[in-house]
């Protein structure tokens, strides 16, 4: 069966690749930020469209078996509460539009663990009629790649299905992350940071002592001295992430080709969903279709 997917809110398309590594077939994906639209350009032959959610139809959409989407979540994660922005976002209701008129065989929602807290949220993806609900929180990134991350996904499906929990044969290691030969400009705000110049010391993590690195964020764009690694080959024995090897860190193939700047790199990475959850995602509704 050819299981058709349209994917919503798809950043540079870290999510589709792993579902489309699963067995899934992406058929349209919906984007507004014109780099990330450029990157998924560069390596997918779906239909992309660049363009505002709240702005278009419902019925312009091809039908599909499965809907995909990964809404913004800075408005539900922790680090929201540091600035007092710990609030509901109204995006998700145009998802919610969407599953609500198309009525797919399965939709599938990924977000942070802190969506849990908005009970609106919850209930209008979690209460739709005639949809069985499967919630996995947290699901850990670390299980495959040497990243700390926890996500929420939610599946909906019309039959009743029992979806497995993710796994891995093995988790890839920070040391195989790292670069042969790494070329990067370390920013003056590094040494800074190192020398306790600022409100918070660097996370630094070890590849010879199997360290597991912090969460990829997209802020990493604007300070990459937050997040180390140590690197004898580097004045003070560390240094930041190579825009690959931050890619690596979320499950990115080193084939897969970005647009933008370094930092505009930086920032899609941080934004996206890591390729193995799509990947398990991607196989677990294959196993349902078939």
């Given amino acids: 069966m050819n299981i058709m997917v349209n994917s919503y809110f798809s950043g540079a398309g870290l999510f589709d690749l792993g579902i489309m590594n699963g067995g899934l077939n992406i058929q349209q994906s919906f984007e507004i930020d014109k780099v990330c639209c450029e990157t998924q350009l560069r390596n997918f032959t ?11 139809t419902v019925l312009q959409d091809k039908e ?13 994660s922790t680090a929201a509460d540091i600035h007092g922005k710990r609030v509901g976002d109204e995006l998700f209701l145009h998802f919610f539009r969407h599953i609500a008129i198309r009525r797919p065989e399965i939709y599938v929602i990924e977000n942070v ?15 739709l009629p005639d949809y069985y609900i499967s919630v996995f929180c947290p699901v850990r990134a670390g299980i495959w790649l040497p990243q ?14 029992a979806w497995r ?22 920013n003056e705000s590094v040494y800074s940071r190192i020398k306790g110049k600022y409100r918070d010391m660097p996370i630094i993590s070890d590849p010879d002592a199997d360290d597991i690195a912090p969460t990829c964020v997209a ?45 505009q790199i930086y920032r899609q990475i941080g ?20």
């Avoid at 929990?165 to 370390?186: F, H, Q, Y």
């Fill in 219 to 263: 802020h990493y764009s604007k300070d990459q001295s937050t997040r180390l690694v140590k690197d004898k080959r580097f004045p003070g024995g560390m240094r930041p992430y190579t825009p690959k090897e931050y890619g690596r860190l979320q499950g990115v193939p080193d084939w897969f080709e970005f647009s933008g700047t370094d930092n």
């Fill in 113 to 127: 663990p802190g969506m849990k807290k908005f009970p609106v949220v919850m209930e209008a993806m979690s209460k």
């Fill in 46 to 56: 779906h239909e992309v469209i660049e363009g505002d959610i709240r702005n278009k």
């Fill in 165 to 186: 929990e993710p796994r891995a044969s093995r988790r890839v290691t920070l040391k195989e992350i790292i670069e042969d030969s790494p070329e990067i400009e370390i």
């Fill in 64 to 76: 599909c078996h499965v809907m995909v989407a990964a809404f913004p979540c800075t408005k539900y």
């Fill in 271 to 290: 934004n996206g969903v890591p390729v193995p959850i799509g990947e398990w995602i991607g196989r677990e509704v294959t196993r349902y279709f078939n």
């Fill in 148 to 161: 700390r991350r926890m996500r929420l996904i939610l599946i909906g499906s019309r039959t009743s299905f």
